[in-house]
């Protein structure tokens, strides 16, 4: 019996095309990828908060090169901000956007009257709205560290790390709910929405960890990639994540559609 529902539950990922959506994802992931770490960046300096220091230096050491060139790559292009930097910024960031809504239509069956212009304007409305969950994941992390003064008079390494990891994950789980609300294009419960959304943190945080545990006990890994190790670890990483949220979006679909909770 378990062998016959485990199978059907595989029949329908397949009808779903997951893996192919995820890997659709994680293409206009890494092309909205720059865009994406300046607004990231832009938030964050709002409220005096060094994304270098504060962020990519508590990464694993395998990653850091990557990200600091990333942050690099990002503040160099907004060396020179004008009207016309910030709307494509704001354009080609939300790509992924519009192809995350697209999906969602084929995934859930339905047809959706927010296409062409409107799909761009929603688009463009979401990494909006992501823009304020960036600053307030920053003032998260700003309130934290005076806490941490105040209390310990001195910031404590170890206690602002933790601090830094509960603000992404809550952080994290605002931004998979909120892209489960962007993405359904039929009436479903709230409360199915955040179950679905808790799956796909999950899994976000099983690959997570399963990838740092391979970099740091498999030293091969840097030796066979060598200076493409980083990156091959942060397409790996994404990949992931985005299949995590596709199992999500497709979870959501799957209870709304027969109505099991």
Do not use: H
């Given at each position: 019996m378990f062998k016959k529902k485990f199978l059907s539950l595989l029949n329908y990922?397949?009808?779903k095309r997951i893996s192919t959506v995820a890997g659709a994802w994680v293409?206009?992931?890494?092309?909205?990828?720059?865009?994406?770490?300046?607004?990231?960046?832009?938030?964050?300096?709002?409220?005096?908060?060094?994304?270098?220091?504060?962020?990519?230096?508590?990464?694993?050491?395998?990653?850091?090169e990557n990200a600091y060139l990333l942050v690099e790559t990002a503040n160099r292009a907004s060396g020179k901000v004008t009207v016309f930097f910030v709307f494509t910024t704001l354009f080609s960031s939300s790509a992924l956007i519009r192809q995350m809504l697209k999906d969602g239509s084929r995934i859930y069956g339905v047809g959706r009257k927010d296409k062409g212009?409107?799909?761009?304007?929603?688009?463009?409305?979401?990494?909006?709205?992501l823009f304020f969950v960036f600053m307030l994941c920053a003032l998260l992390i700003l309130f934290g560290k005076h806490l941490l003064n105040t209390v310990f008079h001195g910031e404590k390494k170890g206690l602002i790390t933790v601090l830094t990891a509960v603000s992404f994950t809550l952080i994290s789980y605002a931004v998979i709910v909120l892209l489960n609300l962007f993405i359904c294009p039929i009436d479903t419960k709230k409360s199915v929405v955040l179950f679905c959304s808790l799956i796909s943190l999950a899994l976000v945080f099983l690959g997570t960890m399963?990838?740092?545990?391979?970099?740091?006990?498999?030293?091969?890994?840097?030796?066979?990639?060598?200076?493409?190790?980083?990156?091959?670890?942060?397409?790996?990483?994404?990949?992931?994540?985005?299949l995590g949220l596709v199992v999500g979006v497709v979870c959501l679909e799957f209870i709304t559609r027969k109505k099991l909770l």
């Open positions: 990922a397949e009808e293409f206009y992931f890494v092309s909205a990828i720059v865009p994406l770490t300046f607004l990231f960046i832009t938030a964050y300096g709002v409220f005096g908060v060094d994304v270098s220091k504060d962020l990519v230096s508590r990464l694993p050491e395998q990653f850091r212009v409107k799909r761009i304007v929603k688009g463009v409305f979401a990494v909006c709205v399963a990838l740092k545990f391979y970099v740091e006990f498999f030293s091969r890994y840097n030796r066979f990639y060598g200076g493409l190790a980083g990156a091959i670890g942060l397409l790996t990483w994404t990949y992931w994540c985005m």
